[in-house]
């Protein structure tokens, strides 16, 4: 019998992608299209900006995954795009290329939410039977939820403020440590990882966030301003100007790291025991799966290690260019709802993107 085949097209941030996968999740052909070098000297993603790199590469990208995987249009079983959350005008580039395509070449259409196309990701790589528990950290994701079924999430907490990548990102443009020469190239929680290697975290005192609310959501902004002023306070011993500060970089990047890596495994230390607690996770081999950008962190992952192996969960956590945002994951959201029949619409029906 032959395998069904999903075009997956994802424009909800900065990163254009399409993918084919047939439907035992073999990636038949991807292209992937990045902003990230544009947004790193922007100094933050600038969302017209965005839309129009999104517009200037979508047709390529999707024409390149279609191309390299030998697929025509006709022969796609449904074409499956994100449609939330995400920044607005990203997201329109992406469904109103997808409406367009999908009523030229008559195909059924998938609407895909993007943090469960995140979530979902793990099952395309190994069997990963639900109910499961996941956290998704990146730059605009953090969150904690069991995943009981593909269109099923309990969701256990949610950031109240910033995501960590975000406030990772801004610690690091305080810092300009775009400026540092291993930096140049790197996201600012990757700046972070890499000076943090050679910092001392005892020299920088931040308190844990939210030690006192007893949920699992998460807070990173009171983080941030703890962070900004011990800068404004070097800076100002040192008679220096803003964002040249050189002597305790490492220290701060190491404490600042550490103390991410504090809050997350703190609040999903809290989301195992509730889980346990409340029968929510499978008594055999129950598992823990981590992805998002944050998640490629090491002494972040090793400090979650330290919380599966004391509770007893398997750790898991797909390779990075799994868990940054790709065509592929999208696509694998709409096989695992083509298998099961949900959310399959037909080319013609109107459909809205939701920026929340
Ligand atoms: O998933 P992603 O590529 O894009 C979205 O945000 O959706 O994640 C990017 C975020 C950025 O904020 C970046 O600073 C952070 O993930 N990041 C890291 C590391 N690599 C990327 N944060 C900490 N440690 C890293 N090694
Ligand atoms: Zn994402």
Known sequence: ??????????????????????????????????????????????????????????????????????????QLSAVATTVKPGLSLSLGVGLEFSQRFVRQHNRPFIPIHHMEAHALTVRMLQPVAFPFLVLLVSGGHSLLAVARGVDDFLLLGHTLDE??????????????????????????????ELLAKDGDRTRFRFTTPM??????????????????????????????????????????????????????????????LFCKANGLL???????????????????????????EATGLQLLCPPPKFCTDNGVMIAWNGVERLREGKGILPPNVDVCYEPK
């Open 163 to 192: 995501a960590p990548g975000d406030t990772l990102d801004k610690v690091a443009r305080r810092l300009s440590l775009i400026k540092h020469p291993q930096c140049s190239t790197l996201s600012g929680g990757q700046a972070i």
């Open 1 to 74: 019998a032959s395998s069904r085949l999903v075009l997956g097209i994802e424009t909800s941030c900065d990163e254009t992608g399409a993918a084919v996968l047939d439907e035992t999740g073999e990636i038949l052909g991807e292209s992937l299209h990045s902003q990230k070098d544009v947004h790193l000297r922007t100094g933050g993603i600038i969302p017209m900006v965005a839309q129009q790199l999104h517009r200037e590469h979508i047709e390529r990208v999707v024409q390149e995954a279609l191309e390299r995987s030998n697929v025509e249009p006709s």
């Open 211 to 272: 030690g006192q609310t007893y949920d699992c959501c998460f807070s990173f902004a009171g983080l941030r301003n703890q962070v900004t002023m011990a800068i404004v306070k070097k800076e100002a011993e040192e008679g220096i100007e803003q964002g040249t500060l050189l002597s305790c970089v490492n220290d701060i990047a190491a404490a600042t790291q550490h103390t991410v890596a504090s809050h997350l495994a703190k609040r999903t230390h809290r989301a195992i």
């Open 282 to 308: 499978p008594p055999s081999s129950p598992t823990l799966v981590v992805s998002g950008g944050v998640a490629s962190n090491q002494y972040i992952r090793k400090a979650l290690s330290l919380i599966t």
